[in-house]
């Protein structure tokens, strides 16, 4: 029996409960026994909401132990592994607490807030031969897998162009959001999925050019476009906007164009769109990368085998990236190597 204990309440970490209850119902060993969050409010369950919807529960918050104390909790508890879903700027040093427990993690993204935290974090996993797996979920969204699996089989031949984006309004369900020092902003904490999206599928670029804005005071870059220059000289930008008031709520989305064809996903699903004859909408998984990604987290632990999806590594990369795009928004899109 895997035994987990949940590190942040947030709308996140709500979100994280809700699967693991789900997935203990249909009978995987695992259980999260306890809770912490600085918030009391939040151990009882009353946590704001995000900017997508995750479906809601009714969680009987009284069968789990209760703390307000990473330290208290790991040093009482029996557990096996922590799902930390806390603010950026704790990630390292939380995750590396845990891991000097002799604890796996699973770490929300963004990994943390610059590649020097990141290889801090992989240091202490490998220091206690624990894993150290990133919470970068859009690895596991179906639409994305699909694109991925089409990308790496050549299904449609060579990748000619690619975009991607989202955008909603400024979060609200934490302060620390619009700290860019604690959450690196929209930059780094939204664009981060399109980011991480294109790290895996094409791999780290050679350069980046981003334009960027600041709009909320001191909350960092709120708006940005970066081009990816790549050897093969296809054409990707990514996009990401959370300044987007209103009725206008959250949108994520992708457009990729292929030798033979090209795959698009909107709030309408998705759509292939062959070259030499009719589209039409693959079958994919209807479940959220949420689910997807935290079943896969727990099975990978209990069959004791490595994580291979999201790896520390790979999601460095994504933040090294992220830094090349942070420099060159600083000098109004200068191209910038990635290192």
Request: charged share 20%; with cysteine; hydrophobic share 40%.
């Amino acid at each position: 029996m895997l035994k987990i204990g949940l590190i942040g309440l947030g709308f996140m970490g709500r979100t994280h409960l809700e699967n693991y209850i789900r997935l203990e119902a249909e009978g995987v060993p695992m259980k999260v026994v306890a809770l912490c969050d600085i918030d009391i409010e939040k151990l009882e369950g009353h946590a704001a909401g995000g900017n997508i919807d995750t479906g809601a529960s009714s969680i009987d918050f009284s069968v789990y132990n209760k703390y307000t104390s990473v330290a208290e909790m790991i040093e009482k508890e029996q557990l096996d592994c922590v799902d930390m879903t806390l603010p950026t700027f704790l990630h390292r040093e939380i995750s590396i607490q845990c891991l000097n427990k002799g604890l796996h993690v699973l770490c929300e993204k963004p990994m943390a807030l610059n590649a020097e935290e990141c290889k801090d974090m992989i240091e202490a996993a490998e220091r206690n031969g624990k894993q150290l797996m990133v919470g970068q979920c859009l690895r596991f969204w179906p639409a994305y897998e699909y694109l991925k699996q089409v990308v790496a089989s050549e299904t449609y031949g060579q990748v000619l162009a690619g975009y991607f984006y989202r955008g909603g309004g400024t979060p609200t369900w934490g302060p620390w959001l619009l700290q860019n020092a604690k959450s690196g902003g929209a930059l780094l904490d939204m664009h981060v999925h399109d980011i991480d999206m294109i790290n895996w599928l094409f791999g780290k670029p050679e350069s980046v050019s981003s334009l960027a804005r600041n709009v909320v005071p001191g909350s960092g870059y709120d708006i940005v476009s970066t081009n990816y220059l790549y050897e093969d000289g296809k054409v990707i930008n990514a996009q990401a906007d959370w300044t987007l008031q209103g009725d206008y709520g959250f949108d994520m989305q992708f457009r990729v164009n292929f030798e033979k064809a090209n795959v698009v996903f909107t709030a309408d699903g998705l759509k292939v769109n062959v070259n030499d004859g009719p589209g039409f909408s693959p079958e994919i998984s209807a479940e959220m990368g949420y689910y997807q990604e935290l079943k896969y987290f727990v099975e990978t632990l209990i069959s004791g085998q490595d994580v291979a999806t999201a790896t520390p590594f790979s999601t460095m990369d994504s933040i090294v990236i992220a830094e090349a795009e942070i420099e060159s928004a600083d000098n109004r899109g200068a191209w910038v190597r990635v290192k």
